[in-house]
C-alpha cells in the first residue's frame, strides 16, 4: 500500500528539473563586444599639431614643449589706463605701429564681427498729444487697444506703451481671476514644479 502512496506521488509531482537552482551571474554587468568597439572608437582621437613630427625634426622621441595659455598679470596695467607721461607708454609704441609683434591688445583691438541682426535706431518721435491719445484709448478699451496694438499703431515699443500708461483697475483684477481659474486646474505635479519654481527664485535672491 505504501508502494502506491510513493509511485502516486512521484507520478503527481513536476519533473525534476524544475527544481534546478538559477544561474547566480548577473546579465546586467556582462560587457558585450559591441560596447567595447564603441568605448574603443571613441578613445581614438585625433593627435594635436604640435604633437606631431614636423619636418626637418629628428625622426627620434623628442621632448614638446607646448604650455597652456596663462593667466593675465596683475601687475600688468593695460595701456588706456596708463597716464600719458608714464614711461611704460614707450613699450607698447612698437606694437602700436606693427600689429604683428604683438602687444597690448587694448590699444590694438581686432575688428569685430558684423551684428547679427541691424541695430535699431531709438526714435523719439512721439509727443505729448500722442501719450494722451494712447492713455485714452487704453483707458476706454483695454481688452482690444492691448499694449502690443498700441506699440505698432504709434510704432514704439511695448515696454514704452507702459512706461506711458497703465491698465484699469477692474481690468488687472479680470486678469488675476483668469490666472486663478488656470491655476485651479493644474494637477498635483505642476502645482508642486510651480512652487519649486519659486522656492528657486527665492534662493537666488538669497544668493544660495
Not at 564603441?38 to 625622426?59: D, H, Q, W, Y
Not at 607646448?66 to 593667466?71: I, K, L, R
Not at 587694448?106 to 501719450?131: G, V, W
Not at 487697444?145 to 483684477?173: P, Q, Y
Request: contains cysteine.
Amino acid at each position: 500500500m505504501k508502494l502506491q502512496h510513493v509511485r502516486s506521488f512521484l507520478a503527481h509531482s513536476p519533473p525534476w528539473r524544475d527544481f534546478t537552482i538559477p544561474p547566480l551571474a548577473n546579465h546586467s554587468f556582462r560587457c558585450h563586444a559591441s560596447s567595447y568597439r564603441r568605448t574603443k572608437k571613441k578613445l581614438v582621437i585625433k593627435p594635436e599639431g604640435s604633437f606631431l613630427n614636423l619636418i626637418g625634426t629628428p625622426a627620434q622621441d623628442h621632448i614638446v614643449f607646448n604650455p597652456p595659455s596663462s593667466a593675465p598679470s596683475i601687475y600688468h596695467t593695460p595701456m588706456i589706463f596708463l597716464p600719458k607721461d608714464d614711461p611704460r607708454r614707450n613699450l607698447f609704441a612698437p606694437a602700436a605701429r606693427n600689429p604683428s609683434v604683438g602687444g597690448d591688445p587694448a590699444s590694438n583691438p581686432p575688428p569685430l564681427p558684423p551684428p547679427l541682426t541691424p541695430p535699431k535706431e531709438k526714435r523719439y518721435h512721439l509727443t505729448q498729444d500722442d501719450m494722451v491719445e494712447i492713455r485714452r484709448l487704453r483707458q476706454t478699451d483695454p481688452d482690444q487697444w492691448t499694449r502690443a496694438k498700441l506699440a505698432k499703431k504709434f510704432k514704439c515699443s511695448s515696454l514704452f506703451v507702459g512706461i506711458v500708461c497703465e491698465a484699469t483697475k477692474e481690468h488687472k483684477e479680470e486678469q488675476l481671476k483668469r490666472i486663478e481659474d488656470v491655476k485651479a486646474r493644474w494637477g498635483r505635479r505642476r502645482t508642486m514644479a510651480r512652487e519649486d519654481r519659486k522656492r528657486r527664485r527665492a534662493l537666488w535672491g538669497r544668493d544660495e
